[in-house]
Structures are given as C-alpha cells and as structure tokens.
C-alpha cells in the first residue's frame, strides 16, 4: 500500500508486485476498511464439522480399540469401517473421502497391512539367514579407491 500512497497507478503498482490491478483495488479497500489488519489473511471457510470434539475424541478412543471390538473379523482399519463406526455410534453419515479427512485430523494415517505367505516359517528363515545367506550372497568388490564404511 506504501506504493499506492506515493502516487502510483493501480496499474503501475500491478506490474511491480507481479499481480493483476483488481488484486491491488481489493487489498486498498481492505486498508481503507480495517487498516493495517485488513491485508492478514483469512481462514479458509469451510462446513462445520458435524461431529462434535467430544464424539471425534471418542471415535478416537474406538479406533485404537480396533475393528475387532466392533464385530469386523481382523485388525484393518478400512474407510468404508469407519463410516459405518460413525453412522453407528453417532448417527451421522460420511462419505469415505471424509471420513480419511477426519482421520488425518485426528492423527490417524493410513495402514496397509503387510502380507505374509500362510506357509512362511519364522524359524526356518533365521536358521537360513544365518547358515545357507552367508555363503550365497555377493560381496562387493574392494577395489583401491574402496575405504571401509564405519
């Protein structure tokens, strides 16, 4: 604004900020109104969270009792799982892309499960790493330039 006030164009003022002219007529009637304080920015508006804080920290409290306390048949958290937790419990519906808002906004991040073979056998793998591994794998060449890694 201290641009405008030396007596520069609209226009003129536009092009050393890099912006277009209406930006600059928006931020000088936001001066005229608040002052100073009418160029802070503004909080993005937004629907009002239909769950109140108290029912987001109880969802929270049922999420980390896991699916299982709610009938569902493993420990996998799905978005479809928590929708229906909330329509349940609370009496309120949310779309999937919602609800994975809500959980980021609860501190909650996404899981996949890692997958492991039925037949896999923790112990065979520890006897094989430390019998059969050694000898198959490769080592890599030392050459002159090579120094140890500490």
């Known amino acids: 604004m ?12 536009a092009e050393k900020v890099g912006c277009v002219p209406s930006s600059v007529v928006r931020w000088t009637q936001a001066v005229e109104r608040a002052g100073e304080r009418g160029l802070d920015s503004k909080p993005q508006a937004g629907g009002k969270s239909r769950l109140t804080e108290k029912q987001r920290e109880k969802l929270g409290r049922f999420l980390l009792k896991g699916p299982r306390a709610f009938g ?3 420990e996998l958290w799905t978005l479809s799982r ?3 937790l909330i329509e ?6 949310y779309h999937i892309s919602h609800v994975h808002r809500l959980l980021r906004q ?4 996404a899981q996949k499960p890692a997958r492991l073979a039925r037949e896999r056998n923790d112990e065979d793998i520890v ?4 019998t059969r591994w050694p000898a198959i ?3 890599p060449a030392r050459g002159a330039n090579d120094r140890p890694r500490r």
């Open 137 to 139: 794998k490769k080592s």
């Open 72 to 74: 569902w048949y493993n």
């Open 88 to 93: 349940v419990k609370f009496g309120i519906r």
């Open 127 to 130: 006897h094989f790493r430390k």
């Open 2 to 13: 201290l641009l405008r006030k030396q007596g520069l164009t609209v226009r003129s003022v």
């Open 82 to 84: 928590v929708a229906r």
């Open 106 to 109: 609860l501190g909650f991040s």
